[in-house]
């Protein structure tokens, strides 16, 4: 009996998601674990696998098609067999007529035209919905998606220029030659992200510097007992998860209405990817050793990379650290990942001069931002856990021996 591989649901949030490339056509022979499609939904890129060997029988979508989720994507079976393939709820074809609840269909060849002439548009499930709420004439809007499909941040852009714009004048801008390329949904999904955190919190930014000297020692002392590479990066959200628990308000989840306050610190940590930034969870970090730490922060980061980071393993973060000294940024403000309080932004190493048993002498500066939600904390704890931070970096060692 032929097998059916539909589009995974790869979060609990996500209806669709967008068919990036195909590995495999109808004919060719396949074995389980060989990858068959590739997929992106809003927080990353995935490779799909085969479960079973046999015989692509059929593929179904094309690149840059958006597809709902638990859709028939490939079938496999023995060469010749018969099957009967489902329905294929693919892009919805809307109408001014179409309702939010219309079935998906595909359409083959040019998109026909509607009663009024207007030729129909291709447009996500979330897009047709939040436009028939907010009552947006989908006709207006310019599409983004593969192929000038409507998606949901297009139906957002579209009210706020409406709400914004004014009668003025365009100036053109220079007759220069440009490169235009489409926002991923990732890159939708940070903006998104970024934009209502700035736009709903009270974020204040306070820096502070420490004495790197005992966590760089200790580092030089790791690599010269062959140990593994940790960094500094790995030791700050080692202090982090030991520091943050006795500051709750600072490792919780605020909404207008409550707070919530975690028993384990469960640290998000930043990552540069080539389809966007990404925060993978290291969970319960305040229960695992330096060395555990470092493993999955480089496992985390390397499943970011490849874009094989399960989404379960991009939630559940209590706080937020995120890493540019190694780019030479001294200091910075980081946005928070709502509904966290804050984020800690971890700057590069300058050396600067301190009076030290009544000589001035030089030492080895790190750079700290930390961001918090002032609607959840003030100012001044938030200072004391940073000062709090800083004793425990300073005094690293005593910290692992705790």
Sequence with gaps: ???????????????????????????????????????????????????????????????????????????????????????????????????????????????????????????????????????????????????????????????????????????????????????????????????????EMAQVTMHTTFDATEILAYRQKVKRAAKTDITLGDMVVFAVSRTILDFPVLNAHYSSEETKLFSSAHIGVAVDTPQGLLVPTVANANTLSLCAISQEIRSLASLARQGSLPPKKQTGATFTVTNLGTFGVMGFTPVINPPQTGI???GAVEYKRKPVAGEMIDYPAMALSLTIDHRALDGAPAARFLQALVQSLEEFTLVLAE
């Excluded at 004439?137 to 297009?154: A, N, S």
Aim: glycine share 8%; net charge negative; charged share 20%.
């Design 1 to 199: 009996m032929p097998a059916f591989v539909l589009m995974p649901q790869k979060g609990l949030s996500e209806e669709s998601a967008i068919l990036t490339r195909w590995y495999v056509k109808s004919g060719d022979t396949i074995k389980p674990g060989q990858y068959l499609f590739a997929i992106e939904t809003s927080k990353a890129v995935f490779d799909v696998e085969a479960e079973v060997s046999g015989v692509v029988l059929e593929t179904i979508g094309e690149e840059g098609d958006e597809i709902l989720i638990k859709t028939p994507m490939c079938v496999i079976g023995d060469p010749g067999e018969e099957y009967s393939l489902p329905a294929q709820p693919v892009l919805q074809q809307a109408t001014p007529d179409s309702s939010p609840a219309a079935d998906f269909t595909v359409s083959a060849g040019p998109a026909p035209a509607a009663p009024d002439g207007k030729p129909s548009i291709r447009v996500s499930p979330r897009a047709k919905g939040l436009a028939t709420k907010k009552h947006i004439d989908i006709f207006q809007v310019t599409g983004t998606g593969p192929g000038g499909r409507i998606v949901e941040e297009d139906i957002r852009s579209f009210r706020q220029t409406a709400a914004t714009s004014s009668p003025v004048t365009a100036v053109a801008a220079p007759d220069d030659s440009c490169t235009t390329a489409k926002n991923s949904s990732i890159r939708k999904a940070i903006a998104g992200n970024m934009h209502r955190s700035l736009s």
């Design 344 to 346: 800690l932004g971890v």
